[in-house]
Structure formats: structure tokens, C-alpha cells
């Protein structure tokens, strides 16, 4: 296949110690991923310098995430369990042609178990560990004939969290989610296949905090002077976050969904695939974005968004040299939310704190449509030429209120005084509403070679789409004139070349790419103005930039002797801002300049790595024990469009160990294992509202955490 590809069956992911999607970090060349955003259940993912940028719903992903081929069209619930997956593919570059929904960066695809194959299946397993972790998981397939069958999927995952107000010694980061999946697959015919599958998840967790990284302020409308809240002092961070949120305010949410899909041969060369699904997701999460005692960025986000998808193919295979895929996608989608932003610690008069609430009520709906089709042909021998073509038309709705509260008799003083708001009226509602369609042609082109039988080359190019959208935070009268923002697009160049050895004990695959991406859609945050130190709340969405991404892969899979595997990621990356349409980095006279604002990429380190080895005893009783270590570095990291100092990350390093035991007769599993060895202290992601009371705030992994976990099965 001539594209960049990743991937990892069930019990390679078991080695990698990923419980969830963002264990793969450091496992694939040039990809970030990780949970973002102060939330428990959304990630925050990068191909190739590629993602969103911000986690608001009204902004779409540059990285497409599939389950069994459904899109899931929000980054809130896709921080996926892996407890039911078969495989997961990460693939890399602009995709559209071949399946589902048009992406930038590239997609990650989940592949959960098939319950067929004649034979019962079942199997508990238990995980225990530091944190309070504790995890119990059981799988079972039932077939129902030779051709038929359904399994069940039940997990439960509870830990007490990392991170712990010192104040009242109550813990965060913790987890609490319960899973199911229900799956029914049959195989009636050679001609036939069809699975149905119905899947819920539950989280009832705490918040999510971070560290504060620059001094928050407060403004005195009086004076207007800035009175300084709390200044970091700089120290290691030591998982110590204070909050102003009550106990009992935490992150919920429900996600469910149902999918039918069938496969039909329907001629000699021709087959039909279908897939159906519908799916609802309803979160209610308080986030504290300034993660302090003090109420700046303090916010509470509900939605409750359902989307209905259907694809059509008709796969086409001459039985030689021609191959070819034609589709039709669509995707309906709905997302009302309703916001909550609490301040009472970012204004005062005369030294009184003014309370203040911000109420937000909008509601999304997304329709896009789409066609494509992409052809191989084999025109000589070892060489194909494959091209391909997608057309997407998506058009959406929007409508929003924004509503200010103001608490303070004395505030209606200030306009007489001639002393500005942050708003133009006391108590105000501003109101948007707009509906705007995009439509784009995005073709890809491929030249394969197969220089034997262990080794082929390609070349391709291929051409990405994101259609624009609404700023979802557009406060003021004057931002919603501009509320729109553009598509943006790339073009990716890449040449690899796929090897192994004849007994496929090797395996290597190198891949070089250049992107141009043009149109950025960056969410940005005004600063505060030396000579009006009143927060502008202002955070205009700006198709600001063309870039040149470019870089180098390498993974590859070493068997060596009787038990020992060997395994190598490594990716090279030079990202860099051709242009940046911001006037706080191009016009010197403007109060809030930086040139440095805008020096970096965000979430585009220049190398990732990733070494693993592992080798395996074999006992004379038929018993097998396998130890196994992997170490991963990650360069110099920007956590935020506008790059603040403090919201980088220096290059780190990462290490774990695991260890399993396995039962001759395949029935008893042990293992133990511990990330992060050497308790390396790293920040994984970043909030960015300066234009609020300077607010900069950081994100970490995990602690170093080891766990021990034993699994029996019945068949």
C-alpha cells in the first residue's frame, strides 16, 4: 500500500502498556497524542504537525478517528479504551479517496474483535496498581454456528488520580468509566458478511487540572491597575493544584452509538459495502483553565451532540492487474451546548471583587456530503499507478448567544467616567447567526514499484481538506462581523520505500515527506495592552498562516533468535511558518508585539523516537516468560499557537518495563509492568487565554505508575 501506515495488533499494545489511544505516544513517527485540553475524555492529536488547535466543538479535527470505520467527528469522547481492539492503524497524510471523511493529518482507525470462528471465547482479566488503580475487563464470544456469533466487552476503570489540592487534600486526574460493546458478526455465505455492533461508555470523573505557568492578574476597574493573584515561583512541578471549583464539580459523560455494516459480492468482480451508524454523546465537564484558588477561567461546557453517517462502496477487482473503489459519504451532524464562564476574581473596583458570569447558549449542525473514487492499474509488470479523486460538500448552521452578567452598582459609574468595559453595554447579549457552505476537489496520485518480492517503493502526492467554520468564541459585537473563517488545505509529497527479509524476520519501512498547508485555522488570544490593562476577552480565529512541513520516518521490526523481538520509530520533522497573518508579530507600532509569538509550530517536535526490546523464555513445561523494556524521546515541544514560554516543553525522555508470564496450556496470564521509570516530570499540553487575566496554563503525564494484572481464560 503506497502510504505511511502503522500498526499494532491486541498483544503488541498490551506490550506498549497503552490502555488507552494516547498510549500510543512516542510508538509512531511524527505523531502527538495525547489527552487534552483540561478535559478527562478528549485527545488531543497530531500527524505531521496536523490537528486542531483548539478543542472547542466548533472546530473540526485535522485527524480523522475511526472505530470498526465509523468517523467520530468530535475530539471529546475519543480518548479510546483498548480493551476490545483487535488492531489499530495509524495512518499518515491526507485522506479521502479510499473511505469516510476528508483529513488533513491522517487518521487513526480502531479495529474491535470479530466474535466468529466456531468456538467459544472468554476471558477475565484484573489490573491493580499505584494511584489507586484498579480494573477489571472481560470478553466473551459465543458463536451461534459456524457462521454466526456475538460477544460481549465489559470494562470498569477507576484510579484515584496524580494530581491533589493541597488545600483540601482531594485528588484529581482520577478516573472512573464504565464500558460495554455488544457485537454480532456473520459470515452465511462466501458472498455475504455483515456485522452489528451497539457500544456505551460512562465517566464520572473528577477535574482535570493543571499548572499555572505565568502570573494571573486581576484588573481594578477604578484604577485600572493590574493587582497581581499569584505568581509561580518556578519550581519542578510537584502534582499540587489548588481549585475553586467544589468537590462534586467534576467531568460526566455519556457516549453510545450503534453500527450496522455488511459486505456482498454482487458479480464476478464487483462487491458492495455499507455502513450505518448513529451515535449521541452528552458531557457536562467543569474545566478550571487557570487552575488556581481563584475564579478567572473557571467554566463549565455542556453539550449533547449526535451525528447519523452512511457510506456506500462499490469495490471493483478484475481478479489482475485493476483495482478500484467507488463511494458516496454523508455525515449529519448536531451539537447544542450550553457554557458557563465564571470570573468573580478577574475584575474589582476600588479593591472589591465584582462578580461576573458569562452565559453562552449555540447550537452547530454540520451536513457534508461526499463522492470518490480511486483506481490501480498495473500497467507493467511491478509497476501500478494508482490515482484518486474525492469531492466534499459540507455546509453549516450556527447560532449563538452570548450573554454578560455584571454584579457591581458600581460599575454603572464607569461610562460616565469615561472609563471603557471589556464589554460595550452592562448585562449585555450578543447574538450570531450564520450558515455558509465549502466545497473542495481533493485528488491523490501514487506511482508504486515492487522491486521484488520483499521490497517496493513508492511515490504520491496527495492533496487535504478542512472545511471553515464559526469562531465559537467570538464575545463581542465586533468579533461576530468576523465570525467565518476559511477552509484550509493541504498538499503532502511523499517517497517510501516497504522491506523484509524473505522469512519476514525484518521489516523496515522509511518514508520522506514535504507538506504545504496553506490557511492555518489559528485560534489565538490577544493580550493585554500596556496602556488599557482591561482583559479584551478577545480570541479571534485567523486563517493565518502557510506552512512547510517536512520530514523523515523510519520503524522497523528486528526477530532475532527464538525470543527476542527488536523494534525502532523514529521520525525527523522541520515545521516552519512561511507566513503568519498576525499584526502582533508583523506591525512594530502595535501595542502587544512579539515576533516571537509565532516562531514555532505547535505540537511539532523535531525528533521522536522510540527503542523496545523484548525477549521471551521458554520453559520446558511449555510455560513462557517474557521481559521486555522500551525507551522513547521527544523533542523540544510548543504547547500553544502563540508561544508563550512557559507553555513549552524541553526535549524528555520516557522509559518503562514490563514483564509476563504465560501458562503452557495458554490459559494463565501475568503481567506487571511501570511507565515513566525514572518519574520524569513533562508537560503534554496547554491552555492559552492571555487576553483573561493572563491565564497559561500546563498539562502533565503521568508520574511514574506500575501496575500488576492477571487474566484467565476459559477457552
Do not use: C
Not at 253 to 270: C, E, Q, S
Not at 384 to 402: C, H, N, P, V
Not at 501 to 521: M, T, V, W
Not at 551 to 577: H, N, P
Amino acid at each position: 500500500m503506497p502510504v505511511a501506515v502503522s500498526a499494532f495488533n491486541g498483544e503488541e499494545l498490551k506490550d506498549m502498556q497503552a490502555k488507552n489511544i494516547d498510549g500510543l505516544q512516542g510508538s509512531v513517527p511524527n505523531l502527538n497524542i495525547v489527552q487534552g485540553r483540561g478535559s478527562s475524555s478528549s485527545v488531543n492529536v497530531f500527524i505531521r504537525g496536523i490537528g486542531q488547535p483548539d478543542a472547542l466543538q466548533t472546530f473540526d479535527p485535522g485527524v480523522g478517528m475511526y472505530v470498526d470505520d465509523v468517523y467520530f467527528s468530535r475530539i471529546q469522547g475519543a480518548l479510546f479504551g483498548l480493551h476490545d481492539v483487535e488492531r489499530v492503524e495509524v495512518l499518515r497524510g491526507p485522506q479521502g479517496t479510499l473511505y469516510g471523511k476528508n483529513s488533513t493529518g491522517g487518521a487513526i482507525k480502531l479495529v474491535t474483535r470479530r466474535p466468529l470462528g466456531g468456538t467459544p471465547e472468554a476471558d477475565v482479566e484484573f489490573t491493580a496498581g499505584n494511584y489507586g488503580r484498579f480494573e477489571g475487563r472481560f470478553y466473551g464470544a459465543l458463536p451461534f454456528s459456524e457462521t454466526a456469533g456475538a460477544s460481549i466487552a465489559l470494562a470498569s476503570s477507576v484510579n484515584d488520580g496524580y494530581v491533589r489540592d493541597p488545600a483540601t487534600s482531594k485528588r484529581y486526574n482520577d478516573e472512573d468509566t464504565r464500558a460495554i460493546r455488544l457485537k454480532f458478526s456473520g459470515d452465511p455465505s462466501d458472498r455475504l458478511s455483515w456485522d452489528f455492533s451497539l457500544d456505551y461508555t460512562r465517566q464520572d470523573n473528577g477535574l482535570t487540572l493543571g499548572e499555572p505557568m505565568a502570573p494571573l492578574i486581576r484588573t481594578d476597574l477604578q484604577t485600572l491597575t493590574i493587582v497581581p493573584l499569584l505568581i509561580p515561583d518556578g519550581s519542578e512541578y510537584d502534582y499540587r493544584t489548588r481549585t475553586s471549583f467544589a468537590p462534586d464539580q467534576g467531568q460526566e459523560l455519556k457516549h453510545w452509538g450503534a453500527r450496522f455494516g455488511f459486505d456482498v459480492d454482487i458479480g464476478d468482480r464487483w462487491m458492495f459495502r455499507s455502513i450505518t451508524s448513529y451515535r449521541e454523546l452528552e458531557s457536562d465537564s467543569f474545566i478550571d483553565i487557570d487552575a488556581s484558588q481563584f475564579e478567572l477561567g473557571d467554566v463549565l461546557v455542556a453539550f449533547d451532540q449526535d451525528q447519523t453517517s452512511q457510506e456506500f462502496q462499490f469495490q471493483y477487482d478484475n481478479g489482475s492487474n485493476l483495482q478500484g473503489v467507488f463511494g458516496l459519504y454523508y455525515l449529519k451532524e448536531n451539537v447544542p451546548s450550553y457554557q458557563e464562564a465564571y470570573a468573580d476574581d478577574l475584575f474589582a473596583y476600588g479593591g472589591t471583587a465584582v462578580d461576573f458570569l458569562r452565559t453562552i447558549n449555540d447550537d452547530l449542525s454540520t451536513t457534508s456530503y461526499a463522492a470518490f473514487a480511486h483506481g490501480s492499474w498495473e500497467f507493467a509488470p511491478s509497476w501500478t499507478l494508482s490515482a484518486g479523486i474525492r469531492y466534499t460538500s459540507e455546509e453549516k448552521d450556527y447560532w449563538r448567544t452570548t450573554s454578560t452578567f455584571w454584579d457591581s452598582e458600581a460599575l454603572y459609574e464607569l461610562p460616565a467616567l469615561g472609563i471603557a468595559l471589556p464589554f460595550s453595554a452592562l448585562n449585555e447579549t450578543v447574538a450570531f447567526e450564520g450558515r455558509k457552505t465549502w466545497n473542495a476537489w481533493t485528488p491523490s496520485i501514487s506511482l508504486e514499484k515492487a522491486f521484488s518480492d520483499q521490497m517496493m517503493g513508492y511515490v504520491s502526492a496527495n492533496r487535504g481538506f478542512k472545511s471553515g467554520g464559526f469562531n465559537g468564541r467570538a464575545n463581542s459585537q465586533l468579533e461576530t462581523t468576523a465570525a467565518i473563517f476559511d477552509p484550509e488545505y493541504v498538499w503532502t509529497y511523499e517517497i517510501g520505500l516497504k522491506m523484509n527479509s524473505a522469512d519476514r524476520r525484518l521489516q523496515g519501512n522509511l518514508a520522506a515527506f514535504h507538506s504545504d498547508y496553506k490557511d492555518f485555522q489559528a485560534r489565538v488570544s490577544e493580550v493585554l495592552n500596556p496602556d488599557s490593562p482591561t482583559p479584551t476577552f478577545s480570541f479571534p480565529v485567523l486563517n493565518a498562516a502557510s506552512m512547510t512541513i517536512k520530514g523523515i520516518e523510519f520503524e522497523g521490526v528486528a526477530l532475532v533468535g527464538s525470543g527476542t523481538r527488536l523494534s525502532a520509530q523514529i521520525g525527523w520533522m522541520d515545521a516552519k511558518y512561511d507566513e503568519f497573518a498576525d499584526l502582533r508579530t508583523t506591525d512594530p507600532a502595535n501595542p502587544a508585539y512579539d515576533p516571537r509569538l509565532h516562531a514555532h509550530v505547535p505540537f511539532s517536535p523535531d525528533w521522536t523516537a522510540r527503542l523496545a526490546a523484548s525477549h521471551t523464555f521458554y520453559a520446558a513445561s511449555g510455560a513462557a516468560f517474557t521481559l521486555g523494556a522500551d525507551v522513547s524521546y521527544r523533542g523540544e515541544t510548543w504547547l500553544s499557537v502563540d508561544n508563550r514560554d512557559v507553555l513549552s516543553q524541553d526535549a524528555y525522555t520516557v522509559a518503562g518495563l514490563f514483564g509476563v508470564y504465560d501458562s503452557a496450556d495458554s490459559k494463565w496470564q501475568v503481567r506487571a509492568g511501570v511507565r515513566n521509570l525514572t518519574d520524569e516530570v513533562y508537560r503534554i499540553d496547554g491552555q492559552e487565554f492571555s487576553s483573561v487575566g493572563n491565564i497559561q496554563t500546563a498539562y502533565y503525564g503521568w508520574p511514574r505508575h506500575y501496575y500488576a494484572s492477571v487474566r484467565y481464560s476459559f477457552y
